[in-house]
């Protein structure tokens, strides 16, 4: 798998969009993740990779995330669950 398209987002989020997204309390408000999708995909400030996603470009990428998950439990790493 090509990462480019991540570290390049991860690259702009610690320049630009960290500090104000901060670490994001437990809540069954999604209205936070909303706001922060829309900033992430915002024409002329978003993220690039981001704005370029669309449901076949994210596929394969859910997909890993899932088999993450699923290796995650099965090895009973709370850590890397977490993660």
């Known amino acids: ?5 991540r570290v390049g987002c991860q690259r702009w989020l610690r ?8 670490l ?3 809540s069954k408000d999604i ?3 909303i706001e922060i999708m829309a900033a992430l995909r ?4 978003g993220c690039p990779w981001d704005i370029e996603q669309n449901f076949s470009t994210i ?7 899932a088999y993450e998950v699923a290796d995650a439990i ?5 850590d890397d669950l977490r993660e």
Do not use: V, W
């Open 59 to 65: 596929a394969p990428y859910t997909i890993e995330e």
């Open 15 to 22: 320049d630009g969009r960290k500090d104000s997204i901060g």
């Open 42 to 45: 915002a024409p002329k400030t």
């Open 74 to 78: 099965a090895r009973g790493d709370l």
């Open 31 to 33: 209205s936070r993740l």
């Open 1 to 5: 798998m090509d990462n480019r398209p």
């Open 24 to 26: 994001m309390k437990p």
